[in-house]
């Protein structure tokens, strides 16, 4: 199916896209995504299921000392938000096309990422497709390895059952993460919690919206193993 997104134009990802073929072999082990900026030392932030890159774009730029890496696994809106940060000339901002969860499990070097951003993730309502959520026992503990000590998951939601499971693996997880007040972004609009395209969508539709924020808890020295830089 096409969103049509790209208007009939070509879309030009320049060095702001990044395909999961250009990744190195996964036997290689961690994957560094720092490494993809011209500065690596930057903060580093991730954003799971970035869409068409509106997160990105605005906040990227009241924050020019850290570096975003958005994942995105439809490839038309990798892409269109690939060449929209590229028309922008964008240096602390990329997105790779891949799955996210694979990404956070198999790839990233432990202890990497300041902040994962989730906003406004697929809800997967039947029983059956549960499983496709992003937020799941496996995933959680896998964000919580890459996270610095204090680093945080931030999920925003307009869905009343995805909130529900996000609340169940919050109290699950509560030696792993101390849940706290989700703070909005400074690039968030008048009256917005984050100002991202869905929320703006769902927000024309009249829909509440629920946030939260975990924070990473230190275990006991030697339990959380994982992927060394
Ligand atoms: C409902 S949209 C929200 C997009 C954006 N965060 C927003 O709020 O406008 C969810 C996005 O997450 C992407 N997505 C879902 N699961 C993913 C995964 N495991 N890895 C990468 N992207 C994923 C989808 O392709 C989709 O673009």
């Known amino acids: 199916?096409?969103?049509?997104?790209?208007?009939?134009?070509?879309?030009?990802?320049?060095?702001?896209?990044?395909?999961?073929?250009?990744?190195?072999?996964?036997?290689?082990?961690?994957?560094?995504?720092?490494?993809?900026?011209?500065?690596?030392?930057?903060?580093?932030e991730l954003e799971i299921?970035?869409?068409?890159?509106?997160?990105?774009?605005?906040?990227?730029?009241?924050?020019p000392d850290t570096n975003f890496l958005g994942i995105e696994w439809a490839g038309e809106f990798f892409r269109y938000a690939a060449d929209r940060l590229r028309r922008r000339s964008f240096?602390?901002?990329?997105?790779?096309?891949?799955?996210?969860?694979?990404?956070v499990t198999h790839r990233l070097p432990m202890g990497i990422c300041g902040v994962v951003h989730l906003y406004f993730s697929d809800p997967w309502p039947k029983s059956r497709h549960h499983?496709?959520?992003?937020?799941?026992?496996?995933?959680?503990?896998?964000?919580?390895?890459?996270?610095?000590?204090d680093g945080e998951l931030r999920l925003v939601t307009d869905h009343v059952e995805l909130w529900a499971w996000y609340e169940e693996h919050a109290v699950r997880h509560a030696h792993l993460f101390e849940r706290t007040e989700f703070a909005t972004p400074e690039s968030a609009g008048e009256g917005e919690v984050v100002g991202t395209n869905f929320e703006?969508?769902?927000?024309?539709?009249?829909?509440?919206?629920?946030?939260?924020?975990?924070?990473?808890?230190?275990?006991?020295?030697?339990?959380?193993?994982?992927?060394?830089?």
């Open 1 to 44: 199916m096409s969103f049509g997104l790209n208007r009939g134009k070509p879309l030009d990802l320049g060095r702001h896209g990044i395909d999961r073929s250009d990744l190195p072999p996964i036997e290689h082990g961690a994957w560094d995504p720092r490494m993809l900026f011209d500065d690596p030392s930057r903060s580093f």
């Open 131 to 149: 499983k496709r959520r992003v937020v799941q026992d496996a995933t959680l503990e896998a964000i919580h390895r890459v996270l610095e000590p």
């Open 49 to 63: 299921g970035s869409g068409k890159g509106t997160f990105l774009v605005q906040q990227a730029e009241l924050q």
């Open 200 to 229: 703006r969508k769902f927000r024309r539709e009249g829909r509440p919206f629920h946030a939260m924020t975990l924070r990473r808890r230190d275990l006991a020295a030697g339990t959380s193993a994982g992927l060394e830089a």
């Open 91 to 103: 240096a602390n901002v990329r997105v790779l096309h891949d799955d996210a969860t694979e990404v």
